[in-house]
């Protein structure tokens, strides 16, 4: 199981959001050296999330993104506002291993077959957020229909990746509700990446069992409920 600690990016600095509201933002500094100290203690991917593209400005942080991209060197998976075939690609070919689409995914789930088919499907993965077994799309606003309807619409359409985001539990801090986890995963053949929620080495554990094939982690990671060192431990 890979461990992802997240670099989220809004305004030019590392935040973490609670519930993924701007507002709620607490800051970390600057997303290289935030980027640089997880891998220092160990981290051999990021998932870097564009908070300002989320919110409606794809270009904001781009060339912070980037460099974090190219320094570090490590895998990573990005995410955050991407919202037409030209996002994608520009984010593809600026080195990011891997893409993250819900929003135009639920609206278009057609770019991601034209995206696999010229990328390589191993390249994007579809996000499923979903509170309450509902997907929502639009920063969390929107609801969406079920979630393991649009996870196996994902898959058809060539997503090679799914990252399950469980928003009701997301940036609490409070440990994962593996129910809905373990649905998905016993649903689809595809590897899924887990967010939302994780707190303590059981939760990853419990993750592990499932058969996720990494967890991110965010909030409780910065602010030191759990070590990256205890995550790795517990990933295996």
């Known amino acids: 199981m890979i461990v992802f600690p997240a670099v989220d990016i809004l305004g030019g600095r590392c935040v973490q959001l609670v519930q993924g509201k701007r507002e709620t933002a607490t800051g970390y500094g600057d997303p290289l050296l935030c980027a640089e100290s997880w891998i220092n203690q160990g981290a051999e991917a990021l998932h870097i999330v564009n908070l300002d593209g989320a919110f409606g400005s794809s270009k904001l942080n781009a060339e912070k993104i980037t460099d974090v991209i190219i320094r570090t060197g490590v895998e990573t998976q990005l995410g955050g506002g991407i919202r037409s075939l030209d996002d994608a690609r520009s984010w593809l070919d600026c080195g990011v291993d891997r893409i993250i689409i819900s929003t135009f995914a639920a609206e278009d789930p057609e770019c991601l077959t034209i995206l696999s088919e010229e990328y390589g499907s191993d390249r994007i993965m579809a996000g499923v957020d979903a509170r309450a077994g509902e997907m929502v799309t639009h920063g969390w606003e929107r609801p969406a229909g079920d979630f393991l309807e ?31 986890v373990r649905d998905l995963l016993s649903t689809v053949s595809v ?46």
């Open 191 to 236: 590897p899924v990446v887990v967010a939302g929620g994780i707190t303590s080495s059981s939760d990853i554990k419990i993750l592990k069992e499932a058969d996720a094939a990494g967890v991110v982690l965010g909030s409780a990671l910065y602010s030191g409920k759990i070590t990256l060192q205890e995550a790795l431990e517990a990933a295996g």
């Open 150 to 180: 649009w996870a196996d619409l994902f898959i058809r359409k060539g997503a090679g990746s799914l990252l399950y985001t469980n928003v009701s539990v997301e940036g609490l801090c409070n440990g994962i509700d593996p129910k809905p």
